[in-house]
């Protein structure tokens, strides 16, 4: 079956024990194109299908999908609506998790308005920042100072914090996010993190991924033969 070309969610879970970390972070991208497919109308897959659209190897997709709990039919494949389903109940997508937002800043402000559209399986009920400014809001949020942070995990039971603040800072406001009783975070940029134990880190670095695709253009560039020398031979007199 021809198919068209490709496109976190972060659920506060501890990872199964019946799936990898490696396996898991293939889920997503197995769900983005099973939703393009449903788009154009298409009601049956093949992991062959999803190998060719995606580059990977059929066989590992078979497994991904069967620690899942998803299974197929040999040479029926999977109902598409069914697969999206089961994928989708595994990473956590048909619920919502709540989420502090640690950093008010223009790259906390994105990730907010971002995580506002659904889909990601977080919802942001509490705003904070390390410095504050009066009367500063995100959205309907006010932006409140990390010393009101512990009470409020306490009070809301929230486990969750989406962290984005200068890299500087990002160690010692994750220590103290573990201490006030967070044990999920997701970390946008860049910065050490030693959260201790007890609690789950994904952390993303968008201008490092970029580095590394900028590496990898470079590298696929074709080599350029060395130039051959045209000057020419002194005359003898």
Do not use: N
């Given at each position: 079956?021809?198919?068209p070309p490709d496109g976190p969610s972060l659920a506060a879970m501890p990872i199964p024990a019946s799936i990898g970390i490696r396996s898991l972070g293939r889920l997503p991208r197995y769900v983005a194109q099973l939703?393009?497919?449903?788009?154009?109308?298409?009601?049956?897959?093949?992991?062959?299908?999803?190998?060719?659209?995606?580059?990977?190897?059929?066989?590992?997709?078979?497994?991904?999908?069967?620690?899942?709990?998803?299974?197929?039919?040999?040479?029926?494949?999977?109902?598409?609506?069914?697969?999206?389903?089961?994928?989708?109940?595994?990473?956590?997508?048909?619920?919502?998790?709540?989420?502090?937002?640690?950093?008010?800043?223009?790259?906390?402000?994105?990730?907010?308005?971002?995580?506002?559209?659904?889909?990601?399986?977080?919802?942001?009920?509490?705003?904070?920042?390390?410095?504050?400014?009066?009367?500063?809001?995100?959205?309907d949020l006010p932006v409140l100072e990390m010393a009101a942070l512990p009470g409020l995990v306490a009070r809301m039971h929230?486990?969750?914090?989406?962290?984005?603040?200068?890299?500087?800072?990002?160690?010692?406001?994750?220590?103290?996010?573990?201490?006030?009783?967070?044990?999920?975070?997701?970390?946008?940029?860049?910065?050490?993190?030693?959260?201790?134990?007890?609690?789950?880190?994904?952390?993303?670095?968008?201008?490092?991924?970029?580095?590394?695709?900028?590496?990898?253009?470079?590298?696929?560039?074709?080599?350029?033969?060395?130039?051959?020398?045209?000057?020419?031979?002194?005359?003898?007199?």
């Amino acid at each position: 079956m021809a198919a068209p070309p490709d496109g976190p969610s972060l659920a506060a879970m501890p990872i199964p024990a019946s799936i990898g970390i490696r396996s898991l972070g293939r889920l997503p991208r197995y769900v983005a194109q099973l939703e393009r497919w449903r788009e154009q109308g298409v009601t049956r897959i093949s992991c062959t299908d999803l190998g060719d659209r995606l580059g990977h190897d059929p066989s590992m997709i078979r497994k991904d999908l069967a620690a899942a709990g998803a299974q197929g039919r040999p040479r029926a494949g999977y109902d598409l609506e069914g697969l999206l389903a089961t994928l989708t109940s595994f990473l956590g997508r048909d619920r919502t998790d709540e989420a502090f937002l640690v950093g008010a800043g223009p790259l906390g402000r994105g990730l907010a308005g971002h995580l506002a559209e659904g889909g990601a399986g977080l919802r942001v009920v509490g705003v904070f920042d390390p410095e504050p400014r009066s009367g500063d809001r995100v959205g309907d949020l006010p932006v409140l100072e990390m010393a009101a942070l512990p009470g409020l995990v306490a009070r809301m039971h929230v486990r969750t914090a989406v962290l984005a603040v200068d890299p500087q800072r990002t160690a010692a406001v994750a220590r103290d996010l573990s201490a006030a009783g967070i044990t999920a975070l997701w970390v946008v940029g860049p910065g050490i993190v030693d959260a201790g134990p007890g609690i789950l880190v994904e952390q993303v670095d968008v201008l490092a991924s970029l580095r590394r695709l900028r590496e990898r253009m470079d590298d696929a560039r074709p080599r350029r033969e060395p130039r051959p020398d045209r000057t020419p031979w002194p005359r003898r007199r």
